[in-house]
């Protein structure tokens, strides 16, 4: 068993009046002096309970947490002895640093947790538990932004319920579509810095022929919004190859001039383009070659779009890897110093996913079964954070599955594929947890340092000026 240094038990984070379920109501947190190997992992694990989540840490994870995820730093640690704090993590951070450190998590975190509501809408991946939890989410990011001046007292409507009655399945949707009325509103206002990007519109670039036989949703986006359709921009693996192969969905930005009405008006068509047409999944069914059409809704404001730009996990990338087939895109080319401190930030954030999906997906991996999706969203992070870990450490660049997994074999690492049995469902999950901690673990040691100077730095960069490209500033 890996040397546990130190272990605490205390109460799960619960948000007043939110009908959280009866499980998991205390938190037992284990710091390991080394990475906890697969076996370590599921000894620690079966310490659980169904009233107690089980959260094993190595220190290099924690010293992580405290310069990107500071708010989860500041929670695992809360009740250790000043003097172990001192010995393993240093100094506390200073009031200015701290704060920094802050609003990067928080903008990533708004960045990261904003499409999956649309998700849950539009292709009807619902549940209590995923409704109980995106209200926790939304809660808990409003009170980290309030804590640190982010965002603005809202204390009248706190906490934020959205009408309640959560065990009513017809309210579901309008819970969702409150949700991200409250993200784009976070979005807007969170704070942002001082650095300014150039502007630029993006049109179309893809031909008409491309929109009648490869982008033929495109129309059918336009027959259910009408009007209200302002953009349609493609990103993902169908954004960068011709190949139907070398892709299975097709994966939108969708700009609307109302995204509540466009939430109710394409909730739980699970569109999917089958034989060179759309058809609405509704009843759950999986036609062989199916790519699945993922719509994640943006409002017309120029503002929201281009800060929720500005804090993906790498913008630069995105830039270059994305088609706009309809109406209008605003678009800035954010420096590679900022885009590699985001990139890491995000690769923290889904380190965190990973940790949260790991109790439940040992103790109910039946719950995985049939959704292949899900198992790969969890275990495809270790891919992601090993991606932005190299960005930091030896600069940023696109980097092909292919080539991300050969270097992940030469450190005995792999990413599990899915399989319809719940025993290896269950290690999959824990073998992506020792994966990804094993590479966190690596990245630390590399010694490098992060930046945040972008967030307070008072300078302009024009689209086509050079120092963009540039990660060091010249002398």
């Not at 948000?15 to 205390?26: E, G, H, M, V």
Request: glycine share 6%.
């Amino acid at each position: 068993m890996a040397n546990v240094i130190y272990e605490q038990v205390g109460q799960n984070i619960r948000i007043p009046s939110i009908p959280y379920d009866s499980r998991y109501d205390l938190v037992h947190v284990f710091f390991t002096s080394d990475v906890p190997s697969v076996s370590d992992l599921e000894q620690i694990l079966a310490q659980g309970t169904d009233k107690i989540l089980c959260a094993p840490w190595s220190v290099d994870v924690v010293r992580g947490f405290k310069d990107y995820v500071p708010t989860t730093f500041s929670m695992v640690t809360k009740d250790m002895p000043k003097e172990l704090i001192s010995s393993y993590f240093g100094a506390p951070a200073g009031k200015k640093e701290q704060r920094d450190r802050v609003l990067l998590q928080l903008q990533s975190e708004l960045d990261a947790k904003s499409a999956t509501i649309d998700a849950a809408i539009i292709h009807n991946r619902k549940d209590y538990g995923g409704i109980i939890n995106k209200t926790h989410l939304v809660n808990r990011i409003y009170n980290i932004g309030r804590l640190h001046e982010d965002l603005s007292d809202r204390t009248d409507a706190y906490p934020f319920l959205f009408g309640g009655d959560f065990e009513n399945l017809a309210r579901w949707d309008d819970i969702l579509i409150g949700i991200k009325k409250l993200f784009i509103e976070y979005v807007s206002e969170v704070s942002l810095g001082e650095r300014w990007y150039e502007l630029r519109v993006r049109t179309p670039d893809v031909t008409s022929k491309d929109l009648k036989k490869r982008y033929v949703y495109v129309d059918w986006l336009k027959e259910k919004l009408g009007d209200d359709l302002l953009g349609v921009l493609l990103y993902g693996s169908a954004a960068r190859t011709d190949d139907p192969a070398g892709y299975s969905d097709f994966d939108n930005w969708v700009r609307v001039k109302d995204v509540a009405k466009a939430q109710r008006i394409l909730a739980n068509t699970s569109p999917a383009v089958v034989g060179g047409k759309v058809v609405e999944l509704t009843h759950g069914e999986h036609p062989e070659g199916a790519k699945h059409l993922g719509i994640h809704l943006f409002p017309e404001d120029d503002n929201y779009m281009l800060r929720f730009i500005r804090f993906l996990h790498d913008s630069r990338e995105f830039l270059k890897h994305t088609k706009v087939l309809y109406g209008e895109m605003p678009f800035i080319k954010v420096r590679q110093d900022e885009v590699v401190e985001r990139g890491v930030s995000h690769a923290y954030i889904k380190l965190k996913t990973i940790a949260g999906a790991l109790n439940w997906a040992y103790t109910y991996p039946d719950k995985m079964m049939g959704r292949p999706a899900l198992f790969e969203f969890i275990v495809k992070n270790v891919r992601f954070f090993f991606q932005h870990a190299l960005n930091a450490v030896e600069g940023p660049q696109l980097r092909t599955k292919a080539e991300l997994n050969a270097r992940l074999a030469d450190r005995g690492l792999h990413i599990p594929e899915y399989k319809e049995d719940p025993e290896h469902i269950r290690k999959s999950v824990l073998y992506a947890m020792y994966s990804v901690l094993t590479l966190q673990s690596e990245f630390l040691k590399s010694n490098r340092q992060p930046n945040l100077r972008f967030l307070t730095e008072k300078k302009n960069y024009a689209w086509d000026d050079p120092s963009i490209d540039s990660l060091v500033d010249s002398p």
